[in-house]
């Protein structure tokens, strides 16, 4: 078995795209459009799979949010320095919402951004 995505519902498609491939630095990888079924998708990543599992987005028609519920945590990405992710992402409109510093009870580095929908996105420096 291999990990190949993870799906998160969005309200406006191309708002996420910007986001994640401007703030987050991923690449747009592939996108379709399925008018009769009413949804679009998008994948993105820092690379594609196999070498990657990647981001899916999907937009439904006519849905403009959703409510994330009390289950969903965060997507976790690797950075190299979490203080100076944070600064860029900050610098390219991002939404910080918790600055670089030690996990509670250990010491790696962590910080947390939003995306446009609220999806927390955790960044773990390694």
């Known amino acids: 078995m291999r990990f ?7 309200g406006d498609l ?3 795209i910007d986001f994640y491939t401007s703030v987050m630095g991923m690449t747009l990888i592939r ?4 008018p009769s ?3 679009s998708l998008a994948f993105l990543g820092y690379a594609s799979n196999p070498e990657q599992a990647e981001l899916e987005l999907t937009y439904n ?7 994330h519920g009390t289950a969903y945590g ?21 939404k910080v919402t918790r600055d670089a510093g030690p996990v ?3 010491t ?3 910080a947390f951004v939003e995306d446009p929908d609220g999806y927390k996105i955790e960044l773990i420096q390694r």
């Open 4 to 10: 190949l995505h993870t799906m998160l519902r969005v």
């Open 14 to 16: 191309q708002r996420s």
């Open 31 to 34: 996108q379709s459009d399925n």
């Open 37 to 39: 079924n009413h949804y």
């Open 61 to 67: 028609y006519g849905v403009d949010h959703y409510d």
């Open 74 to 94: 965060h997507v976790a990405v690797q950075v190299p320095d979490a203080k100076e992710a944070c600064d860029r992402i900050r610098g390219a409109g991002g």
């Open 104 to 106: 509670k009870g250990g």
């Open 108 to 110: 790696t580095v962590i």
